[in-house]
């Protein structure tokens, strides 16, 4: 009897802890929490369609999850997402599309503006706002046929 009330004891306790485990929830430790917003263009209007990605920049001793946001319209807001960036040096990967439907089920958003354009930032603990403006001259590469011109 004094055994089956230690193996009935035992086992509330592993529930107890269990619970008390589950009770601090999954991500409520997640690092990604400094909101950022803000806009992006490309020669001089709002990008239609794509995603920014922020990477910790671990050459510059930055380390943890990235985060990417998916935006419409020239801007984009990581509250939306439910998820921000963690704070410090980062690298950042932007990819651009013209937002209209291609008809391939694999590019709902269209095809590419530009080839992804890739930049860095110190990205401060806290939320903030940070504008991206692509280069001009940031273009796909032309993929025409060039005339053949002999030896």
Not at 85 to 113: A, C, M, N, V, W
Not at 140 to 147: E, F, G, M
Request: proline share 10%; charged share 20%.
């Amino acid at each position: 009897m004094a055994t089956l009330r230690y193996i009935v004891n035992g086992s509330a306790l592993a529930a107890l802890g269990i619970l008390l485990v589950l009770s601090q929830g999954c991500g409520k430790n997640d690092p990604r929490n400094n909101a950022i917003f803000g806009t992006i263009t490309y020669r001089g209007e709002p990008v239609p369609a794509g995603s920014i990605t922020f990477i910790p920049d671990a050459s510059q001793g930055n380390s943890g999850p990235a985060v990417t946001i998916s935006f419409e319209n020239g801007r984009y807001d990581s509250r939306a997402a439910g998820v921000g960036h963690i704070g410090g040096p980062h690298k950042i990967r932007i990819t651009g599309l013209t937002g209209k439907d291609s008809g391939d089920e694999y590019f709902p958003q269209g095809t590419l503006l530009f080839p992804d354009y890739e930049t860095s930032a110190d990205l401060p603990k806290g939320p903030s706002e940070r504008d991206f403006t692509i280069p001009d001259d940031w273009v796909l590469p032309d993929t025409a046929p060039q005339p053949y011109e002999g030896p």
